[in-house]
């Protein structure tokens, strides 16, 4: 069923239009990524979608049997209700359900009149088919999941409203929104505010759940687990593909590759026609020049490639250190409560490390204790020979907001023209006028950008960036992985795109309950470990201090103790993680196929992909045996 049509929508602001005849479909169950460029109007589609806006021109039809629900990221202005009561309001029209269903069977036990009792039998079991469809039942424990799915404590649930932070208020606006069930979900930025965990329950749930919808997100893997199909907008249209966002940004590469030959290939054509016209114009071939230029003419021009353009950015080389960066030795930091304690690690030349952990776990303030802009209450932090510091503030303070961004950007004390300024801008896609606006009047996108470029400005060695990929969008965030690989020098950073850390870090700093943990690897191979540490049992602890535990640590092989036999063939570590995310890509896919309408109708089908799932998920219980074995024993 199609729940959703819109033909030739048109909105314009200025003189140029944002949306200039946007047309798509959305049906029964599709989850729907809708990506582009920072500042093309999606939101303002959404908008549009959801009523909150009136298009310029175009149709937006919405199936009459659907409910609509949108995220609305405006806070609960003057609310006065506790936050529990505020979510349970999602639930009005089940709760009256459920007290008609009370009235009606009362009324039914009443009634004498036959033709009465006929209609209030109808109705009674209309209201118990529908309170049954809308699963109407334990209505609190829905409630209490959805919020403490999202990050809300018990203890908060009797906090007024007009207590919350701004975040908070947002977690409570999504909170309802989950709660109310839509049949057509339109959901902007619905991870923002979140932390990894809540993030990850938030997949989970719209993963299950039976509603279609249309998420604008700037988190990749967000996109990557969720969707199932993606819209692109760019220059006021969309362009449909089906897959999530890693099957998009293949796709999106090959069909670039196929649009630059063909339009490439007509322009020589024309360029060839053209100076064919223009050298015999008024000579002996004047007829084949004419018939030329009527053939042009008639000619359908082929659109320029239709290819969204990322920022080149680029750091420079970087000055050689000493082989150890930054060693930092029984750190502690507490404020009104502990961080961390007790926390030692090294960080060699070359190495990219990330840091993960819940929003309020210290990530920044332990960043800010190895640049020595903050003391750390216990402990020492020593930078190795030579190292230079860059850091990336995730407030974008080092920016001063009264000068142009020209000269915001230069560091102090060094010789560094206008000229060279302005090229170093260009590389982080801030060109002509911008470059000579104020800081103040710049988008959180520019200014981000601008932060970066100074940055590359300031010739460091060890680069420290705090969320440095906030406000950027897809392909910017793809510049700046790029870059970041490509460096040469040191690299720290604190992220909550998993998808960013996935790609740049080669070490993870991972915040866990009660210790700090080190990973060799990046995202995927925290996930492999996470899976298969619960069965160890939680790490010894020393008086109640987290420690830093690197997982793999060699066998000591002067304990006298016997080391363990292999049961597997020997393999390289990497090459299993390899074959084990393949076989979970496989496995999620299959899970994909299985929902799709056309299979349910496909006795065949369905068995085939049964089967292959449980054949796919055997197989990876023995990777799994075998990758541990391999960590312990490859040395």
Known sequence: MIVLGVEGVRKHYGPEPVLAGVTFEVHSGQRIGLVGPNGVGKTTLLRIVAGKEDADGGRVDIHPSIRVGYLDQHPLAGCERTLWDEAKSALDDLFALQHEAVDVAHALSQTTDEAEHRRLAARYDFLQQELHRRDAYNLDYKIDRVLHGLGFAEKDYRQPVASLSGGEQNRLMLSKLLLAEP???????????????????????????????????????????????????????????????????????????????????????????????????????????????????????????????????????????????VRAERLAKAYDRPLFADLSFEIARGQRWGILGPNGSGKTTLLRCILGRERPDAGRVQLGQGVVAGYFDQHLSGLDDDLPVVDAIRPQRKEFNEQSRRNLLARFGLTGDTALQKVASLSGGQRCRAALARLAACDANF???????????????????????????????????????????????????????????????????????????????????????????????????PTRKRKFPYRKTSDLEAEILKRESRIEELHHLLALPETHRDGDRVRQYKAEIAEQQEALQTLYAHWEEAVELNW
């Open 183 to 325: 049949d057509l979900l339109l959901l902007d930025e619905p991870s923002n505010h979140l932390d990894l965990e809540a993030t990850e329950w938030l997949e989970e749930f719209l993963t299950t759940s039976r509603a279609a919808m249309i998420v604008v997100s700037h988190d990749r893997y967000f996109l990557d687990k969720v969707t199932t199909h993606t819209l692109e907008l760019f220059r006021g249209t969309v362009e449909t593909y089906p897959g999530n966002f890693s099957a998009y940004w293949r796709q999106k590469a090959e069909r670039l590759l196929v649009e630059r030959r063909t339009y490439e290939k007509q322009q020589e054509e024309i360029a060839k026609a053209e100076d064919f016209i223009r050298r015999n114009h008024y000579g002996e071939k004047h007829a084949q020049a004419e018939d030329r230029r009527k053939k042009l003419e008639r000619m359908v021009r082929v659109a320029p490639p239709r290819e969204i353009e990322a920022p080149a950015m680029g750091f420079p080389p970087a000055a050689r250190s000493g082989d150890i960066v």
């Open 463 to 561: 680069l420290v960036l705090d969320e440095p990929t906030n406000h950027l969008d897809l392909w910017a965030r793809d510049a700046l992985e790029r870059s970041l690989r490509e460096f040469d020098g040191t690299v720290l950073f604190v992220s909550h795109d998993r998808y960013f850390v996935n790609r740049v870090a080669d070490h993870l700093l991972v915040v866990e309950p009660g210790r700090f943990r080190v990973v060799e690897g990046n995202y995927d191979t925290y996930l492999l470990l996470a899976r298969h540490s619960d069965a160890q049992g939680p790490p010894s602890q020393r008086d109640g201090k987290p420690k830093a535990e690197k997982r793999q640590a060699k066998p000591d092989a002067s304990s006298g103790l």
